[in-house]
């Protein structure tokens, strides 16, 4: 299953994706993949039970809330980024070690499992793809699933080694819009203001433009063909090497966007990791209400 990365063209499959039929064929071969399960939706913490009545054998469970964000606070919003120690940790305890193929799935559009993509790749791991469709697209290839809590791994001596994935922090990122795109990936209704389920104000950043991630997908849960998405971010300012930072609620939703990049073939932009969490949570950050970014 390993790629040579290539320039993304109009018939590509990006070297970050993995069909289910890949997958498939790849476990049967020696050493087989570590396979991870990131089940974890917004208003939906049962990821684990969720894993529990059905998963793909030999997966792995990762859980979103505790070993791929640090602990919720104020300054720094409700997701974020776990301490290099504790992703670590995380990662050796599902048994990953530094020369192993990773493939990480979800249930809900590669949207969370984006995020253990990201961190891996933040942390110095580059053999990490995601499984294009996720569960869905493997129980559509007619396979069986495993229940209950997964087979035990031996631990892992996957080591941290901070990689090119980049971050803005807040300041950072209220300057972006005057020196290059600033993305909100949420929800129209979240970017205009008008319904806030979350966080302690509604709007957006002044200046950002919103792109909800789920628009890089199709019916099926599956990342659109790659020129799609670089019309996309191109409609929009964002075309390789132009600056460009990206943020949702809370920094999960924001590294499917990233991901989608990738998938396009446009150099990845930055994280701002506390994303509108953060920037709501601090009442002298001015905010912008409606469907203009100013």
């Given at each position: 299953m390993t790629?040579?990365?290539?320039?993304?063209?109009?018939?590509?499959?990006?070297?970050?994706?993995?069909?289910a039929?890949?997958?498939i064929?790849?476990?049967?071969?020696?050493?087989?993949?570590?396979?991870?399960?990131?089940?974890w939706q917004?208003g939906?913490?049962?990821?684990?039970?969720?894993?529990y009545?059905?998963?793909?054998?030999?997966?792995?469970y990762?859980?979103?809330?505790s070993?791929?964000?640090?602990?919720r606070n104020?300054?720094?919003?409700?997701?974020?980024?776990?301490?290099?120690?504790?992703?670590?940790?995380?990662?050796?305890?599902?048994?990953?070690?530094n020369?192993?193929?990773?493939?990480?799935?979800?249930?809900?559009?590669?949207?969370?499992?984006?995020?253990?993509?990201?961190?891996?790749?933040?942390a110095?791991?580059?053999?990490?793809?995601?499984?294009?469709?996720?569960?869905?697209?493997?129980?559509?290839?007619?396979?069986?699933?495993?229940?209950?809590?997964?087979?035990?791994?031996?631990?892992?001596?996957?080591?941290?080694?901070?990689?090119?994935?980049?971050?803005?922090?807040?300041?950072?990122?209220?300057?972006?819009?005057d020196?290059?795109?600033?993305?909100?990936?949420?929800?129209?209704?979240?970017?205009a203001?008008?319904?806030?389920?979350?966080?302690?104000?509604?709007?957006?950043?002044?200046?950002?433009?919103?792109?909800?991630t789920?628009?890089?997908?199709?019916?099926?849960?599956?990342?659109?063909?790659?020129?799609r998405?670089r019309?996309?971010?191109?409609?929009?300012?964002?075309?390789?090497?132009?600056?460009?930072?990206?943020?949702?609620?809370?920094?999960i939703?924001?590294?499917?966007?990233?991901?989608?990049?990738e998938?396009?073939?446009?150099?990845?932009?930055?994280?701002?990791?506390g994303?509108?969490?953060?920037?709501?949570?601090?009442?002298?950050?001015?905010?912008?209400?409606?469907?203009?970014?100013?």
């Amino acid at each position: 299953m390993t790629r040579d990365p290539a320039p993304a063209t109009d018939t590509q499959v990006s070297p970050l994706l993995v069909t289910a039929r890949e997958l498939i064929a790849d476990v049967a071969t020696l050493p087989p993949p570590v396979i991870l399960d990131v089940r974890w939706q917004l208003g939906d913490p049962n990821g684990r039970e969720h894993y529990y009545s059905g998963h793909i054998p030999g997966a792995q469970y990762v859980d979103l809330t505790s070993d791929l964000a640090g602990q919720r606070n104020v300054r720094e919003g409700r997701h974020p980024l776990p301490t290099p120690e504790d992703f670590e940790a995380a990662l050796r305890r599902v048994g990953i070690n530094n020369d192993d193929r990773v493939v990480i799935y979800d249930d809900c559009g590669s949207t969370s499992a984006a995020r253990a993509w990201w961190l891996m790749r933040w942390a110095g791991k580059q053999d990490v793809y995601l499984l294009d469709g996720g569960l869905k697209a493997w129980i559509a290839e007619g396979e069986d699933l495993a229940v209950g809590p997964g087979n035990p791994v031996e631990r892992g001596d996957f080591t941290f080694e901070l990689d090119h994935m980049r971050t803005a922090d807040i300041d950072q990122t209220a300057a972006t819009p005057d020196e290059g795109v600033l993305v909100d990936v949420r929800a129209a209704e979240r970017y205009a203001g008008h319904t806030e389920p979350m966080d302690s104000r509604a709007g957006h950043i002044p200046g950002a433009i919103n792109l909800p991630t789920t628009s890089f997908l199709d019916e099926r849960g599956r990342f659109l063909p790659a020129e799609r998405i670089r019309a996309m971010f191109a409609d929009i300012g964002v075309t390789s090497g132009q600056d460009t930072v990206v943020y949702c609620g809370s920094g999960i939703h924001a590294c499917h966007a990233l991901a989608a990049m990738e998938v396009a073939g446009l150099e990845a932009g930055r994280l701002f990791p506390g994303s509108w969490s953060q920037w709501s949570a601090d009442r002298r950050r001015p905010i912008a209400i409606g469907e203009a970014p100013r």
